[in-house]
């Protein structure tokens, strides 16, 4: 143990340069990765509108193409039987490891996910690609992790560059993939992880646009920036967004209760639920299924009756929520944005109808929106932001993002209602227990900055109550660091070096973030 703590705290000295290069090359295996599910899933989409044309030719071919649904729920429930922490987006499970809660095996995790959520998306099922491309970016990391023979502290920092590069590989929008993996995941800023993350990040875009030249997933401009008069209808739609986000996280909540409380329901069956409601409405209303990139095409299009919007948004937020709840190895990120981006389209086609607003200013409303909804759900705000930034590649939208983002997270907050993959990871740890790691004998670093107004802020060490089985071994102030004291007063955006055992770290974890959370 001792050899142990020594060689931690001496690789310790030279990890920002290590993580730099090993972020790389996760970036580019993770990114590799991801790269290959995102055209999968583009051909899964031209296959599936294919074999629907195909099969509406004859009633035989209809019941041949349901006999295939069901082999399809088949294999994607003995695929979540074998793994069950594929089900779902995995960025709670990704949440999980990151606090020591659960611990994926990344072998069974990478296979079972790229196949499970390829066939979800073959089979029209409506569930997003960008929670299981950060999931399997992750797991690239923790396998790189693995096979380099690295300890527990170097894996969770290259789970999270694997988390960046493939959210910034599924949407080519590196900056988001950064945040969202240092907001979301890492819950930490400090100049380590954000170096890594961002050598991870660019690396996989790089790939992405340079070497495969794909592009964003969404493609559209603001034609005019919208007019500070029509600000007070941001701060509406915010409103709006905060209650229809609570509203989106206790439905989802609610369907995944009801899909468990059927205890006669096995996987599989509860997976066929999905499939077969995809193979009706793939003979009725085909646009809906899918993640709904065509949606959003048709919307920004310009064309939809505020009626047919409004019909748009209730099926395609019913059918998401039957999918997930399920248990389906698919995500809510894609799907989320493309609701927010209906309530957008629904709330400027009202203003148009009955207030006057100009139509060009529609498309305005639904990248709005789309940001709004993202942060009263998930409760990441600069993600939201800068997401819908990359997109648009205009800085002057702004102001605007960061008003309804605003509005829509403390409504959000006032609502008492938790981050979904918050709730998520609550209930997936209900369900299963906590299991800690099996090898309690590694040590864990971790990073913690010490926020304005929270309990450590301006005290003495010695006055701090600190986690027990926890070692505080260094404060990093302005680019120094020194070891602690006592005597040693700290300061807001101080960073804490703690060193604990991986057996503790989910309890120390908990205990550090409420000592170095702002307090109010």
């Not at 949440?95 to 020591?100: A, C, I, K, L």
């Not at 592009?215 to 905060?242: A, C, D, E, R, T």
């Amino acid at each position: 143990m001792k050899n142990n703590t020594e060689n931690t705290l001496k690789r310790v000295e030279k990890l920002k340069i290590i993580l730099i290069g090993e972020g790389i090359l996760v970036g580019a295996v993770g990114g590799l990765i991801v790269l290959l599910y995102r055209i999968l899933l583009e051909y899964a989409g031209v296959w599936l509108h294919a074999a629907l044309d195909y099969a509406k030719e004859s009633p035989l071919r209809i019941a041949g193409w349901f006999a295939v649904l069901m082999i399809l729920a088949v294999i994607v429930g003995k695929l979540v039987a074998w793994e069950p922490l594929i089900s779902g987006s995995g960025i709670p499970q990704l949440e999980g490891e990151m606090t020591g809660q659960l611990n994926q095996i990344w072998w069974k995790v990478l296979p079972s996910k790229f196949i499970g959520g390829f066939l979800c998306l073959l089979g029209g099922m409506s569930l997003g690609r960008e929670g299981p491309s950060i999931q399997l970016g992750a797991m690239a990391g923790k396998g790189i992790s693995t096979l380099l023979n690295r300890g527990k502290t170097e894996e969770k920092f290259l789970l999270t560059c694997g988390a960046s590069a493939g959210l910034s590989a599924a949407f080519h929008a590196p900056l988001a993939g950064v945040m969202f993996s240092l907001e979301e995941v890492h819950k930490n800023f400090s100049v380590t992880v954000l170096l890594s993350v961002m050598a991870s990040s660019l690396t996989a875009d790089y790939l992405s646009s340079t070497v495969f030249g794909m592009k964003s997933v969404f493609q559209f401009h603001i034609i005019q920036n919208l007019p500070q008069n029509y600000y007070w209808m941001i701060l509406v739609l915010g409103i709006i967004l905060g209650l229809l986000g609570s509203f989106y996280n206790w439905f989802t909540l609610k369907v995944q209760s009801l899909y468990n409380q059927a205890a006669h329901l096995n996987t599989t069956a509860k997976v066929m639920i999905p499939f077969l409601l995809a193979g009706v409405l793939g003979f009725i209303m085909p646009d809906y299924l899918g993640s709904g990139h065509n949606l959003i095409e048709q919307l920004t299009g310009g064309g939809l009756l505020l009626h047919m919007i409004l019909i748009t948004l209730a099926c395609k937020f019913v059918f998401s929520a039957v999918c997930f709840g399920s248990g389906a190895p698919g995500g809510i990120f894609f799907p989320l944005l493309v609701l927010g981006a209906f309530i957008g389209g629904a709330f400027a086609t009202f203003g148009v109808d009955y207030f006057g607003l100009d139509a060009v200013y529609v498309n305005n409303f639904v990248l709005l929106a789309m940001a709004g909804y993202f942060t009263a759900i998930v409760r990441a705000p600069l993600t939201g932001i800068i997401l819908i930034f990359e997109m648009t590649g205009s800085v002057q939208q702004l102001l605007s993002l960061s008003v309804v983002s605003i509005a829509a997270y403390i409504v959000a907050t006032l609502l008492r209602s938790k981050p979904i993959y918050e709730s998520l990871l609550e209930r997936l740890l209900e369900k299963r227990g906590i299991e800690l790691p099996k090898n309690l004998g590694k040590k864990v670093i971790k990073e913690f900055v010490v926020a304005h107004g929270s309990d450590a802020d301006g005290r003495l060490i010695s006055e701090v109550n600190w986690p027990g089985h926890c070692l505080l071994v260094a404060v990093q102030r302005g680019g120094e660091e020194f070891i602690p004291k006592g005597k040693t007063k700290l300061l807001a955006s101080d960073l804490l070096v703690t060193l604990t055992d991986e057996r503790d770290c989910a309890a120390v974890y908990k205990e550090m973030e409420d000592i170095c959370k702002f307090k109010g």
